[in-house]
């Protein structure tokens, strides 16, 4: 495993749309390695494909329940509003208020290439949301209600 360089805002790969995986090859299954060690590196919730420069339709989401990959992500149900503090790797240093439903079913293929659905609320929603979003080319930027603010992330490690 290794770690990969965050794209950040302003690159043009981050607002491109993304193409489907078909074959889980081995180039697949180390950028999926990769993608989790580099979302834990940087105290990420969630890490998309195009946020290391790769223009699959992969995410990788960990909202301390354990790593959850997926592959050609798509949201099929959701229901209910939320709105709170979102930030990201490819906007370091910044938060901003957006709304998102507060549930979400999903349907996606697992490294296995079987198909799974996910259902998920509040925090792993909110996720769902941003990273597919990544995946089509957008950032959560866009749907800010407000001005974004500055944040810093206290190490909590000893």
């Known amino acids: 495993m290794a770690l990969r360089t965050i794209r950040v805002e302003g ?7 993304c193409r489907e995986v078909t074959e889980v090859t081995p180039k697949i299954v180390t950028l999926i390695d990769d993608m989790l060690e580099t979302m834990y590196e940087a105290n990420g ?5 195009p946020q290391v420069g790769i223009l699959k339709r992969i995410v990788v989401i960990d909202v301390g329940e354990g790593p959850i990959v997926m592959i050609n992500p798509e949201i099929i149900e959701s229901d209910g509003e939320q709105t709170g503090d979102e930030g990201c790797l490819s906007v370091p240093g910044k938060a901003g208020q ?18 799974y659905e996910i259902e998920g609320e509040e925090l792993l929603a909110r996720c769902i949301c ?9 950032l ?6 407000g001005a974004l603010h500055d944040v810093t992330y206290e190490d909590t490690q000893e």
Do not use: Q, S
Not at 98 to 115: H, S
Not at 140 to 145: A, C, G, I, R, T
């Open 11 to 17: 690159d043009p790969v981050l607002g491109k749309v």
């Open 45 to 49: 919730v969630g890490l998309a494909a």
């Open 98 to 115: 957006v709304t998102r439903p507060n549930y979400v079913k999903a349907r996606f293929m697992g490294e296995d290439m079987n198909e």
């Open 140 to 145: 959560y930027v866009e749907k800010v209600e």
């Open 130 to 138: 941003h990273e597919l979003d990544h995946l089509d080319g957008h």
